[in-house]
């Protein structure tokens, strides 16, 4: 499916602020660009690099005062996503030289310290695809999605202690128990269309059965329709802005929605 | 200054054809990437990866019969380039690591078989950034700007022996003749605002004093307004479309405009 | 100086382990490899990648039972740090595009929750060299060097909290106020001349004055006489061993010594 | 098996001389490395950079004077390599990214120019890994191995002409005629043991049947024992010492064995 999304914001600066953004997604895996933009107002002077997970990353100082981004794309993508409950664990032996980062404990994901709790929650499931799922509707059962309990602090450990957060705590949780469980799992941060309410979103990618999955445990039921922008261990590597100075967002607005699939038109000779 | 470039092609092939294009540029050193787009009619599947060079690469396959290709890029690029005659040679000690393989002779460059002619061009010119200028300036003044002359087949030995090329032969007498001077050499391929006549356009770069400077043998002097596209040793690592199969390009047109520099309308709330 | 570190283990493994090892140092910008050696008994299939940070990786499996590794080096590497009082703090806008990643929190450098703490340590200390050096002294002057209190699940926060911990404890708390600071900072793992009692080590280097420079809490002074294997983030990311099995150190003997300079004698004819 | 391999050799520059080497092998697809080590003296200052192949470059400049170099290497290599007669091309789609590169013409490579001479080599001969082994066999019962006929200007095309060379340009016809059919192939550089005479040796490998194949136009027969040093598109990008300044080598001894597979003695309690 082909689809095209928006993103629009507004900053506040109290003083220039030096800031990493990652804000343009590439074509990937399971995606393929056919569109981008990205609009500074005021226009900044800006570079790109290319970070150690493959992200695009912008950087720029936000002058003192307001700006404006406005980041738009259209990508094609898979409306339906892919399921294989029988997919079995890939032994540590066959895991890809680049999957074997996400087996590591990160800062948001002290995976070290939630064996027991991974083993409990898929005792007597099949190891592989099966196992992250039941981690999956574990989380979706048993957590409560809530704004206003968890901050940029809050880590796998304090999420299952509250019991309540939103969707980066919830992809927390299931990277954690992932890698406890030896499973490589990594954080996406991205669009999903018709997401309600609509906003910037994350979930997670566990590596079982050979490839890379799709779980998301905000959701009921496996979903497509999703545009990543960026991947890592957890959501300390994919800040959609690291600012290293007083910034705030005075308005973020998101938009998801299907592209009617024009073609420009040809160039006059 | 933020251009607007636009490359529209139609392509017959007489059967499927498994194509490499490098058509999507990116941010890099001189250049900021403002929006881009790529459209495929029909669609097809394709993928995209970095090369060794960092351009962006695209497979995909032309289906037998018709295809075309639009590609369109607004880009904030400088509009005068840097000059710096009493820019002095770089000792290769000091060449960065990454600059080191354009000293190699390549394909269309046999450097290794020019040095008594790059000598005799810049006799009494002192090393830098003036060398590279006497190369640009004597190729400008001695070879003729003629299609016809010159095919895929065509190297820079050849080039000197006809006397005559397009740009993409004049950027390589230029490469070869640097290179047999010691001098890191790479191949631009890319968009020139005012091109006359307007087309997908070939120059070089050099390193001396420490960084990379432009140089155009085409144009009787330096002009800014470039889009790079990709970037290599010469015309083999950086083809427009590598076609491993029957195809031609039936229509090619190429446009490049200032841009308005409008910022999109917010989104609504 | 030429120093030549050995370093010699014996496993135990209950079960086939799969493993990954960073055991092998490489040339880099502070040392230059003279030679190097790694011996499996038994041996076993090995392969070989290169991480996101440049280490060399080695992929495993220690079969069940024993195995002995025994790793060889001879490095010219620095005798005397680099110390300069007067660097100033590096701005952000300035820092490389390959540091960026080290400001940012991790597994066991929670800086995000650091900032008052850092802060206290270094008020009055002009912002760069200085202030990491105020760091590195406090930690040297309040916390005590002692086995036992820390494990692998301990951070700097709770290295903070229990007042001791080992060479590993010592930087993760440097790499943590540094950090917090926006000082750009990297774990090291590898082998140091004359560290008593002799054994693997860990410091951390930190970016300031535009470059890294090398820091060691659990020295009363600057020492140069070291040998890099690993850099990371944190202790996660530089594991000696990481085994996704059960695996026991039975021994562990560490000797690093001045090298005796002699040149292999010539090849007969 | 384990093999151990020395190169040793004495230089003479008139003057200082900025060289880059690739003496130092490293652990790959088909090799692991045991021990290695590389002598200077006079020791200077050396760095090392990994290029775009993946092969480790060494950089220094040769004092004014005679310089003498030894590497020494212990490497676990194939006694046989793999042969498969049946094996089939692999279409262009599937060719993995990373060897796309190595469908290109080079310098000494004029791939674009022996489309016919190549279909009229493999006429009748079934696609894949049979096409290669008939260029090959083609080769090496058609071209005879002499010194003195080629030299570093020497291209694919020139030995054709003239019907002699070494390993090199051996290399360089099978190659060329390889990517002609749109077969990926790339120069290897390395040791081959009981080579006769023995020196440092050059072969090719082409992509077929989903993987690299091993083969040497210069040999009766398939040979393992094989040490890879560097991999390139032609000898452009594997010189062993590429000197930008006048550097003459003296003396060259190489030599390799069967290697004893001691284990060092542990380190003392």
Redesign the interface.
């Known amino acids: 499916m082909r689809l095209q999304a ?1 993103c ?1 914001m507004n900053l506040i600066a109290d003083a220039d602020c ?1 800031t ?1 953004g990652m804000l343009r997604p ?3 895996a399971a995606q ?8 500074f ?1 005021p ?1 900044v ?9 493959g992200n695009l ?1 912008q ?1 720029f ?1 936000v002058p003192q005062g307001r700006m ?1 981004i ?1 980041v ?1 794309v ?1 990508m ?1 993508t898979e409306a339906v996503i892919a399921v294989e409950p029988d997919a079995p664990a890939t ?3 066959q895991v890809p ?1 680049a999957a ?2 996400f ?5 948001y ?2 995976s ?2 939630m064996e027991d709790r991974a083993r409990a929650i898929v005792a007597g499931v099949a190891p592989g695809y099966a196992q992250v799922e039941a981690i999956r509707a574990w989380i979706h059962g048993n957590l409560s999605y809530r704004y206003g309990v968890s901050d ?2 809050t880590d796998a450990l304090d999420t299952l202690a509250s019991g309540a957060g939103v969707c980066r705590d919830f992809a927390h949780v299931g990277l954690s128990l992932c890698r406890a469980l ?1 499973i490589p799992a990594r954080m996406v941060v991205g669009y999903l269309y018709q997401l309600d309410p609509m906003d910037m979103h994350a979930w997670f990618e566990a590596f079982v059965g050979g490839r890379w999955y799709t779980f998301d445990a905000t959701q009921a039921a496996p979903r497509g329709g999703r545009i990543v922008v960026a991947y890592g261990r957890d959501a ?2 994919v800040a959609f802005l ?1 600012n ?1 100075g007083p910034l705030n967002t005075e308005r973020l ?3 998801v929605e299907l592209h009617t ?1 024009a ?2 038109e ?4």
Do not use: H
């Open positions: 928006s629009d030096p990493v590439s074509s990937g393929w660009l056919v569109s981008e933009s990205c609009y107002d226009p002077p800006t570079t790109e690099y290319v970070d150690m997970f990353c950087r100082v404006r406005r738009d259209v094609d032994p540590i032996e030289d074997l980062q087996l590591l404990q990160s800062r994901c002290p070290d310290r940029a602090a030896k300390a590597d690291s290293y607005k998101v938009q699939n073609v420009p040809p160039l006059p000779d």
